[in-house]
């Protein structure tokens, strides 16, 4: 029997290159950039130089210069998004895109350099999960976050990786959708996970990320 995707991401903690991704450069250069703009041209930067080394299809950043979508309760913060990674997988070939915000939530900062590099990388690996693993959904395992830090790592950036963890929820995570503009190859609707990600995300489903 087939392994599930959630077992299949547990159980890879390295990313599989087809060549060596000469991006430290770049992704130190990340670590020195403040604006949006900055920020959205050197990420874009990284982002090339992995999907090529990696062999993967092309993966377009956009950086927000706006607040982290957020939501509070009793006047406190109760989740807020760093980014997050989109999928069309009925292209050809499949389109990734990320969307990262450069301000905080509340006091709407500019989110920290480290913050936004590892958020980058974070996202990155989604398109990995997708493109380059052939998974049908990206859970947050603990062979995602592996990924994380071999990622860094690999890119001399080890120190903006999240440390190491136990994930024990199965859940999809909040930080990925899956385009459903249109049915999946064969007619069939997309199932239920991917239509509550869309919904908990944007508030009804089928709408698209500005």
């Known amino acids: 029997m087939p392994r599930s995707?959630?077992?299949?991401?547990?159980?890879?903690e390295q990313v599989t290159w087809r060549e060596f991704p000469l991006g430290k450069g770049i992704a130190l250069s990340i670590l020195e950039e403040t604006t949006a703009a900055g920020r959205q041209a050197r990420g874009q930067a990284l982002l090339d130089v992995l999907d090529e080394a990696a062999g993967l299809p092309a993966c377009k950043l956009t950086v927000a210069d706006r607040p982290q979508r957020h939501r509070t309760r009793g006047g406190k913060l109760e989740l807020k998004t760093y980014g997050y990674y989109r999928i069309?997988?009925?292209?050809?070939?499949?389109?990734?895109?990320?969307?990262i915000y450069n301000l905080t939530a509340i006091r709407q900062q500019l989110l920290a350099p480290k913050v936004f590099l590892e958020t980058l990388l974070h996202e990155w690996v989604h398109?990995?999960?997708?493109?380059?693993l052939?998974?049908?959904?990206?859970?947050?395992?603990?062979?995602?976050?592996?990924?994380?830090r071999d990622l860094a790592e690999t890119l001399g950036v080890g120190f903006v990786a999240p440390p190491k963890r136990e994930v024990?929820?199965?859940a999809a995570p909040d930080d990925?959708?899956?385009?459903?503009?249109?049915?999946?190859?064969?007619?069939?609707?997309?199932?239920?996970?991917?239509?509550?990600?869309?919904?908990?995300?944007f508030g009804r489903?089928?709408?698209?990320?500005g």
């Open 127 to 132: 398109h990995y999960d997708f493109t380059g």
């Open 176 to 201: 990925v959708t899956v385009a459903t503009d249109r049915l999946r190859p064969g007619g069939v609707p997309p199932p239920k996970w991917i239509r509550d990600q869309v919904l908990a995300l």
């Open 134 to 148: 052939q998974l049908d959904r990206s859970p947050h395992t603990s062979g995602f976050f592996a990924r994380i």
């Open 5 to 12: 995707a959630y077992e299949r991401s547990k159980g890879v």
């Open 168 to 170: 024990s929820s199965s």
């Open 88 to 99: 069309a997988l009925e292209a050809t070939p499949q389109r990734g895109s990320i969307r």
């Open 205 to 209: 489903s089928g709408r698209s990320p």
